[in-house]
């Protein structure tokens, strides 16, 4: 098993803040660990919505799971849908669609089998990357390569811990760039730009977003503490034309809600898009997009719940159905471990009316066990 299998894991301290928040925004919030029997719950627990966080158990397209859940019994969600997540976390297609939209991003080749010829177009340097996975897993300062022979032990290694294919990217020397999308009703707005500066890590020698940049960052003593700078330290008309191509980005992918896309500012000013995020980490203190939200004038709880808020809309008028108040219901706790996603929240009102059953889902269509999200549900006196 790889050292980094478990980092997708949301922390115990990023579902306390979220279930706090939901709850300040008058929200009953319970939670409760997902299983293979999730579809059942749903089938017995009516919710008025689920909110998600879930980075699914296993799988090229394991984010997806859970919305695919919720979307065949027709529950609404926080967040994108199925279709996005499961392209958004396969980097090689999410790069075509990039493409095909005229959007800047780097060069890259598949590499399925170690034995495939480097296309003759790639130069170096170049970076391997595992090709369906997030939070920089299988990333390293090794992966950075400047010669076919260490390009080829990458791709080894990829291909043999991560058993998926390894995607070989030009490496493009710039200004790392994360800028968070958020939408305000019907319209999408980009948040401000955060800038991360890692001239300062030079005892580590890693000067982009490795796994350990992002397992153990601010830890100076490694040399993996990098700078922050919200806004980015960018005049107004390339913060304009690299917040245009993060939203081109958001609505290329069909993300709703929210997304953060990762970029690289090549210094010929070229944004290059690397990859799209529409389940970015909402932990209030670690998080970059709660940091960008922050610079924009919206708290933690604000935000949370103006998530809340979108995914309502998209619900159609059900009278009855949704009912507004903050009275409280008994809380159900998981077992708090961190799994992908941490432990799942989920609320049904006590009082709901009687509702026609779904039908129930065929057994291939059960998410693996460690799957989690919040749920939110309001209730009437």
């Not at 939670?31 to 029997?37: G, H, K, Q, T």
């Not at 710039?174 to 999408?188: K, P, Q, S, Y």
């Not at 500066?197 to 040399?223: I, P, V």
């Not at 998209?314 to 409280?328: C, D, F, I, K, S």
């Amino acid at each position: 098993m790889p050292l980094d299998f478990y980092s997708e894991c949301d922390s115990p301290g990023t579902i306390e803040a979220i279930t706090n928040a939901l709850r300040v925004g008058g929200h009953e919030v319970c939670l409760v660990e997902a299983d293979p029997a999730l579809p059942h719950w749903f089938l017995t627990h009516p919710v008025d919505l689920v909110f998600n966080i879930a980075e699914g158990a296993r799988g090229a397209h394991r984010e997806s799971q859970v919305p695919a859940i919720l979307e065949s019994l027709q529950i609404p969600f926080t967040g994108s849908g199925s279709l996005t997540l499961a392209l958004a976390l396969d980097k090689a297609r999410t790069k075509q669609v990039l493409a095909y939209e005229g959007l800047p991003t780097p060069a890259w080749q598949l590499f399925e089998t170690l034995d495939e010829r480097l296309e003759p177009r790639l130069a170096f340097p170049l970076i391997v990357k595992p090709n369906c996975e997030g939070s920089a897993k299988g990333i390293l300062r090794e992966s950075v390569v400047w010669e076919e022979a260490a390009l080829r032990r990458q791709v080894r290694r990829i291909l043999e811990y991560y058993r998926q294919p390894a995607l070989v990217e030009e490496f493009i020397e710039g200004t790392e760039l994360t800028v968070g999308i958020l939408d305000n009703d019907e319209e999408a707005r980009a948040l401000p730009i955060l800038e991360i500066d890692f001239s300062g890590c030079q005892t580590s020698g890693e000067f982009f977003y490795s796994w350990r940049m992002k397992e153990y960052q601010g830890n100076a003593a490694l040399g993996l503490a990098p700078a922050f700078y919200c806004p980015a330290r960018l005049d107004p008309a390339l913060t304009a034309r690299v917040q245009t191509v993060a939203l081109r980005a958001h609505r290329a992918l069909g993300c709703w809600d929210l997304s953060r896309t990762d970029i690289r500012l090549h210094r010929d000013g070229t944004p290059f898009v690397l990859e799209v995020n529409p389940l970015p980490g909402l932990n209030p203190l670690e998080s970059n997009f709660p940091l960008m939200t922050t610079a924009a004038g919206m708290t933690y709880p604000s935000l949370i719940n103006h998530l809340v808020e979108l995914a309502l809309a998209r619900v159609p008028h059900q009278p009855g159905r949704l009912r507004r108040t903050a009275a409280p219901l008994p809380l159900v706790h998981g077992d708090g471990r961190a799994h992908r996603g941490g432990p799942a929240a989920w609320a049904g009102r006590q009082d709901a009316p009687a509702q026609e059953p779904s039908p129930r889902l065929p057994v291939a269509a059960l998410v693996e066990p460690q799957v989690s999200q919040l749920v939110e549900s309001r209730t009437a006196p």
